[in-house]
């Protein structure tokens, strides 16, 4: 089925170590993004992509890296695990005018930092 | 900077009973708004959009906002809710420079039999 498939579902990671949050999609969406949600705080912007080969920071890009080197795929690292990183991540793409027709997420990855 | 507030963390309804879920925003150009839900364990799924004309919208699964300019309040409503409904409920306005949502904080629905 076309849509976000994000990988893997579930993380467990040790303080310091590094890892990358994978996410496809299969719709030929220009815009890509990717949030973090923590409870009582919605959903915040982490980075985001218009296209392939351009990526920005969002509200809160401390600690994780981007890029796409694709238009299907936008990978998020994390550099250096801390705590304050246990979260649900999703990532969402939509197309151009994406106003008119909104994001579409995957699934979503559970990162637990201990 | 443009915000959403959705000023309910909690509501609890009957089944069969109707649902007001509140949101306000604060977006300087027309605003682009979104109601989307999540069911636990799930992905965040689209219930309806407004950017334009009627400013009562519908959406799937009964759902329905009410796009008012002059309150910036972008409700949603459900005639009778079904058990099925419980779960968390996000609403986003788009914004510029990247096609970015901003989302609220959003409520938790608990349905009761």
């Known amino acids: ?114 | 900077a443009q915000s959403v507030t959705q000023p309910d963390i909690h509501i609890t309804v009957s089944e069969g009973a109707s649902l007001e879920l509140r949101c306000n925003y604060s977006y300087g150009a027309t605003p682009y708004l979104f109601w989307y839900v999540q069911s636990p364990g799930q992905g965040l799924q689209l219930l309806l959009k407004y950017f334009s004309g009627d400013t009562l919208v519908q959406g799937i699964k009964g759902f329905e906002a009410e796009f008012k300019r002059s309150q910036s309040s972008f409700n949603l409503r459900k005639p009778s809710v079904h058990w099925s409904d419980a779960a968390e409920y996000f609403c986003a306005v788009f914004t510029g420079g990247g096609n970015k949502l901003t989302f609220g904080t959003g409520t938790q629905l608990k349905v009761e039999l």
């Not at chain 1, 994978?22 to 949600?37: P, T």
């Not at chain 1, 246990?86 to 939509?94: G, I, K, L, N, P």
Request: charge should be neutral.
């Open chain 1, 1 to 114: 089925n076309a849509g976000v498939t994000q990988t893997p579902k579930f993380q467990v990671l040790k303080t310091g170590q590094s890892m990358t949050l994978q996410c496809a999609q299969d719709m030929n969406h220009e815009y890509m993004s990717w949030y973090r949600q923590d409870p009582g705080m919605g959903l915040r912007l982490i980075h985001y992509s218009v296209g392939a080969g351009i990526t920005d920071q969002g509200e809160v890009p401390n600690g994780y890296n981007v890029s796409r080197s694709t238009t299907e795929d936008f990978p998020l690292r994390l550099l250096s695990a801390a705590p304050s990183q246990t979260s649900v991540y999703f990532c969402a793409s939509t197309q151009r005018r994406g106003e008119l027709y909104g994001y579409t997420f995957g699934s979503g990855t559970r990162l637990t930092v201990v």
